[in-house]
């Protein structure tokens, strides 16, 4: 094995379904084209995300009009140059940041 791989060890595990479920999985698992295993360890990484995710918003500073304000400003600070090719705003582009701070 070249040094730049590294190998994953992968650990079974016995898991018990209801029929239901184990039925239900395996449907949309044949549906996507993927192995039940596969199905069922995409479903598992993303629940886990959603977990993780829920519980970093739980520690997040609240946001509040202030830091909105000040992350707007800087948005719209003016640097003096052109944007880069691909940057720029598509023709007809209206701003709605304005008039939603004003109504704050």
């Known amino acids: 094995m070249p040094p730049t791989q590294t190998k994953t060890i992968v650990h079974k595990f016995p898991l018990r379904l209801m029929p239901s479920v184990r039925a239900t ?46 992350s707007l400003a800087l948005l719209d600070r003016k640097k003096g140059g052109q944007p880069e090719p691909g940057d720029e705003l598509p023709e007809g582009y209206v701003s709605v940041r304005k008039n939603s701070i004003a109504k704050r």
Do not use: C, M, Y
């Open 25 to 70: 999985a395996k449907k949309f698992s044949e549906q996507e084209g993927v192995s039940l295993n596969q199905f069922i360890n995409t479903a598992v990484a993303e629940k886990l995300a959603h977990l993780e995710h829920e519980a970093w918003l739980s520690r997040r500073k609240p946001i509040d009009h202030e830091s909105i304000a000040q």
